[in-house]
């Protein structure tokens, strides 16, 4: 009798290295679920993202847009996306949102393909400043060929010099100012410089990437009503959904609405990872009940961690601002360049906190930064408050300010987390506003 398709054996040596990847898998879940997650560019889903995320969405297709599809068999899927265009109007208060971007990247390639040519001009935050690499030659818009210009650069508030940024945008007339950073921690002053940008005929693009769910929950600021005519994002950072990505305008023109769709599909996406489309859904449902909360929670977090730190003896970038008005914070661990953010990095990790060195004004190399940024997003997710984020910056200062054993440390780590093993800002069957990790 022959043997039915698919139901022999495998090679051990196949299996095995199936095995190894589902062992890593596990490895790095049991990492963030004993220990700290706090790179602020991560979070964690609700349990229904998860279950709609490994529906049989994953492996079906749908070009184009509900009720416009280029495959049969999206009936089902036309009535999820266009319930999510929906929320996402509504969260954001935006008149236009698509929802398909696999990520913020790739928002952004969109963006600027629908707002310039080739050749054109942009301006935007440099790298150096905490710009993030998208908004570089080396991102999207090399890939674009957009002739870049840097806006000047204020340390000590950690945004744009505003008056040398308008004067920039003047000078080159670009055709795109683009706004946002991947190092954000205060709101930017956006009317002037869209003012500014305006004069000059440019669109000016708002990269929401790290703080959307700040910007949707009310408590960073507005972009859409300050000026911008095209706001980016992630869905997985401070928007706690999956990964993916939005693309949001505040214009009602009908054929400026068109160019961005053309810009996503066939732009930039063919299928677009439906079941990544449908999680997104999930978490806007979930965002317009518990949003505002989590916002307003991750704030407070973050400001109260910062001054903790600072009161365990680090050196918090922005204190003569209150240190931080988002999820993130920074500090810097020795002299320019000098690689002690990666060192520090890495003594975490041993203690069971998992951070990322990160550049700052004054490093030029990126593998050897002086500084940390922080997040604190995930940990408001598990339910941690105030108090809790006394006790991390303990813990940070016993690693890197005492030279404790990162191992006896990590005891400590792991007993703080038990405490938090439930995810909240969610919806749940049990009515406690939360599921265990």
Not at 33 to 49: D, Q, T, Y
Not at 90 to 117: D, E, H, M, R, Y
Not at 185 to 210: N, Q, R, S
Request: aromatic content about 6%.
């Amino acid at each position: 009798m022959s043997k039915q398709r698919g139901a022999w054996s495998p090679d051990s040596s196949t299996l095995n290295k199936a095995q190894a990847v589902m062992n890593a898998a596990a490895e790095s879940g049991n990492l963030y679920r004993n220990g700290l997650g706090m790179i602020a560019s991560e979070n964690i889903v609700s349990p229904m993202v998860q279950k709609i995320v490994a529906s049989d969405l994953h492996g079906r297709y749908a070009e184009g847009l509900p009720g416009k599809r280029y495959y049969q068999g999206c009936e089902g899927f036309d009535t999820i996306e266009s319930m999510g265009i929906e929320l996402a109007r509504s969260v954001f208060n935006a008149p236009f949102a698509n929802i398909q971007s696999t990520s913020g990247t790739v928002s952004n390639i969109a963006a600027l393909k629908a707002l310039a040519k080739p050749g054109d001009g942009i301006t935007a935050v440099s790298t150096a400043d905490g710009g993030h690499i998208s908004h570089a030659r080396m991102g999207a818009v090399g890939l674009r060929d957009l002739n870049l210009s840097t806006y000047p650069w204020n340390e000590e508030r950690m945004e744009p010099d505003i008056d040398g940024a308008c004067e920039l945008i003047r000078s080159v007339e670009p055709k795109v100012a683009l706004i946002g950073q991947s190092v954000f921690l205060f709101p930017t002053p956006l009317k002037e410089i869209a003012d500014a940008a305006h004069e000059v005929g440019a669109k000016v693009m708002y990269d929401g990437a790290h703080v959307l769910g700040l910007i949707a929950g009310g408590v960073f600021q507005d972009p859409l009503r300050e000026g911008a005519d095209v706001m980016t994002g992630s869905s997985h950072k401070t928007f706690p959904g999956p990964q993916g990505g939005f693309l949001l305008s505040s214009s009602e023109d009908p054929a400026f609405q068109k160019r961005l769709n053309t810009a996503i599909f066939p732009g930039v996406c063919s299928s677009y990872h439906l079941h990544h489309v449908a999680g997104k859904v999930i978490a806007l449902a979930e965002f317009e009940e518990y949003g505002q909360a989590y916002a307003e929670d991750i704030i407070q977090n973050a400001q109260h961690f910062a001054s903790s730190l600072a009161a365990e003896g680090f050196d918090v970038l922005a204190e003569s601002r209150g240190y931080t008005a988002s999820h993130q914070v920074l500090t810097r661990h020795g002299g320019t360049d000098s690689g002690a953010g990666a060192k520090a990095a890495s003594l975490l990790e041993d203690a069971g906190i998992v951070t990322n060195m990160n550049m700052l004004p004054g490093d030029s190399k990126a593998l050897t930064p002086s500084g940390l940024r922080l997040g604190v997003q995930e940990l408001t997710r598990v339910g941690m408050g105030p108090s809790e984020m006394e006790e991390v910056a303990n813990l940070y200062a016993r690693v890197l300010l005492h030279g404790e054993d990162p191992k006896i440390v990590k005891e400590s780590v792991n007993e703080l987390k038990s405490n938090h093993q439930v995810i909240r800002y969610c919806f749940n069957d049990d009515k406690l506003n939360g599921y265990p990790l």
